[in-house]
């Protein structure tokens, strides 16, 4: 029996049960997104921006909102990954805090700034010292489940801000692109996930091309970025293994160049990310790309995004490098869980 399709495998090699959790993001997805709904909003339909703090798998959703509303929204979403918050930020901008343990010093400090110059708030949290500062000031918060490692919870952090953003009327209408990204996201798990044979199953088959290589996933245009930024956290996280990522077209302006250097280059993964239909300027750059610059690379995959809406697409690309990711790691005979050198900076920090 191939190793990703016997139940022994994941017992031995994932006791904290990572694959049943990116099994479990169409669940999860959809208990939050009902949530949400209930979710009382503060007023904010005079905003000129939307700002979303938090750090590492707690920073992903915002990348995700930025990827999702980017291209249409009518006020700019700005993603802050540090203590500090942008000088713009003040009562008209609408601030989400994420942090799932809730006491992640960079998202804290940089919550009690955006307080302090008068944004309205919604903190998205499992507790911790924010979901109580959240408290005191009046915010409401969307609970998360607590032990849960972040990166696991994308569909907790990220889909509340979808939801509360599609209830300011004037920003947007988003109800029936979740409709059709269930679909797609569970039609996924029954395609990808660890009963679908490796045989038949592209998540796996791509998950042994990987193995012993360095992956290098490049997004076909700037609106898949946030897609390939995770897959590389995805790899780092969970396979224990260093990751390149960029995006099409700025990597054909500089780092196509550093694929002159053959014996690196022969090391190389290169996971492709597009959309289903691209405009022909884009496959003709890809295509051209191919040809330059991965002549020598140890190999070269393209996943496509699922799905009609912008949604569906960034959900869809998301799960799939989940699945990956995870399969990477049990063919490298590591456990996906844990994420000891963040543990141990955070604790010598909190030392000092
Ligand atoms: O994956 C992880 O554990 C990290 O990237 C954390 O998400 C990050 O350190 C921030 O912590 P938290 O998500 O609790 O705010």
Redesign the pocket.
Same mark, same amino acid.
């Given at each position: 029996m191939h190793p990703l399709d016997d139940p022994e495998t994941y017992r031995i090699l994932d006791p904290g049960g990572m694959a049943q959790l990116v099994v479990r993001f169409p669940e999860m997805a959809e208990e939050i997104w009902q949530t949400a709904m209930r979710l009382r909003l503060p007023p904010a339909d005079d905003a000129t921006a939307i700002v979303v703090l938090?750090? #590492?798998?707690?920073?992903v959703g915002g990348d995700l909102l930025q990827a999702l509303l980017g291209p249409t929204f009518p006020v700019p979403v700005v993603v802050v990954k540090d203590r500090r918050i942008p000088a713009f930020v003040g009562p008209q901008t609408l601030l989400f805090a994420?942090?799932?343990? #809730?006491?992640?010093e960079e998202?804290l400090e940089a919550y009690a700034a955006a307080k302090e110059a008068g944004a309205p708030a919604v903190v998205i949290t499992s507790g911790?010292a924010l979901a109580a500062l959240a408290g005191q000031r009046g915010d409401p918060v969307v609970h998360l489940p607590a032990g849960l490692?972040?990166?696991a919870a994308v569909p907790y952090l990220f889909l509340p801000m979808v939801s509360a953003l599609r209830r300011l009327t004037h920003m947007g209408e988003l109800s029936g692109e979740w409709a059709e990204a269930r679909g797609v996201l569970r039609g996924l798990v029954d395609e990808l996930g660890p009963t679908a044979r490796a045989e038949g199953n592209p998540a796996k088959r791509l998950a042994a091309r990987l193995v012993g290589h360095l992956p290098a996933i490049y997004a076909s245009s700037p609106g898949l970025a946030a897609v390939a930024y995770r897959w590389k956290?995805q790899f780092n996280?969970n396979s224990k293994t260093l990751a390149l990522w960029n995006t099409f077209p700025e990597l054909n302006h500089n780092e196509t160049v550093g694929w002159e250097d053959q014996a690196v280059a022969r090391q190389i993964a290169v996971v492709l990310l597009r959309e289903p239909e691209e405009d022909p300027a884009v496959a003709r750059r890809v295509m051209a790309t191919r040809d330059v610059a991965f002549a020598a690379a140890a190999s070269v995959d393209e996943v496509r995004a699922r799905g009609a809406s912008r949604l569906a697409r960034l959900l869809s690309l998301v799960l799939f490098g989940d699945f990956v990711s995870v399969y990477l790691a049990l063919f490298r005979g590591v456990d996906p869980t844990p994420?000891a050198p963040?543990d141990e900076i955070?604790r010598r920090l909190a030392a000092s």
């Open positions: 938090g750090m #590492g798998g707690s920073g994420c942090s799932h343990s #809730g006491d992640t998202t911790g490692p972040p990166r956290c996280e994420v963040i955070k």
